[in-house]
């Protein structure tokens, strides 16, 4: 069973960097076929996707947040990573960590991990 | 303000049929398939439909999506208790950005 797990800190000061780490098990990143992504659900708001990344590096981030955004993967620790800089209070969010899998025209997210609060105040 | 527009409600009695809608507003997602997903309270959002009408194994047919030009729906037949749920419709943009519509709330009555 694949299961995704997110961590960090749950609290982070305005102006400085949120990171976050899904470490995957049940699945190898490596092994190819998915494509790994980062969304955030702002309290009792909607979903907005940051992007995803492959094993190999190659992402795709939102327009919207490229500017302050880096997506990582660690295949020796099976994990990949988040790091948005300059954070507001406007990024206070559950953060999710999700498997996305992607056909020629179509594309879901099948496996989510629990999501976690990132806070982002003083 | 999001490209994919839902009914921020709905509603249904148990047993019912409920649709609810997703209309695109955007010209860059208009030829792109569409997704679905339910979110329980608490809960991440799980997938129920996928390229418009797709479902993806141990999702109940209960579940069944569609979708026409800009508009797509997601209905709901025998509707549960166990149904109430935001759900989201979901899409590509022409940069292969995922956007997400504003959810539904849907309330089993």
């Known amino acids: 069973q694949v299961q995704l797990q997110e961590s960090g800190p749950g609290l982070v000061k305005p102006s400085q960097t949120l990171s976050l780490t899904c470490t995957v098990s049940?699945?190898?990143?490596?092994?190819?076929?998915?494509?790994w992504s980062w969304i955030r659900q702002h309290p009792g708001k909607g979903l907005e996707c940051f992007g995803y990344i492959y094993y190999t590096g190659t992402s795709y981030y939102n327009p919207s947040l490229k500017s302050r955004l880096t997506m990582s993967v660690d295949t020796s620790k099976n994990q990949f990573s988040l790091r948005l800089s300059s954070v507001t209070a406007a990024d206070t969010a559950v953060y999710y960590c999700a498997r996305a899998l992607i056909g020629s025209t179509w594309y879901y997210f099948d496996y989510w991990g629990q999501g976690t609060l990132v806070t982002v105040s003083s | 303000q999001s490209v994919l527009t839902q009914p921020p409600s709905a509603s249904g009695t148990p047993g019912q049929r409920v649709t609810i809608s997703c209309s695109v507003s955007s010209s860059n997602i208009g030829s792109h398939t569409v997704n679905w997903y339910q979110q329980l309270p608490g809960m991440a959002p799980k997938v129920l439909i996928y390229?418009?009408?797709q479902r993806p194994s141990g999702v109940p047919d209960r579940f069944s999506g569609s979708k026409s030009g800009t508009s797509a729906s997601l209905a709901i037949s025998g509707l549960q208790s166990e149904d109430e749920a935001d759900y989201y419709c979901a899409a590509w943009d022409d940069s292969l950005n995922v956007v997400f519509g504003g959810g539904t709330k849907l309330t089993v009555l």
């Open positions: 049940g699945d190898s990143i490596s092994s190819g076929g998915y494509y």
């Open positions: 390229s418009n009408n």
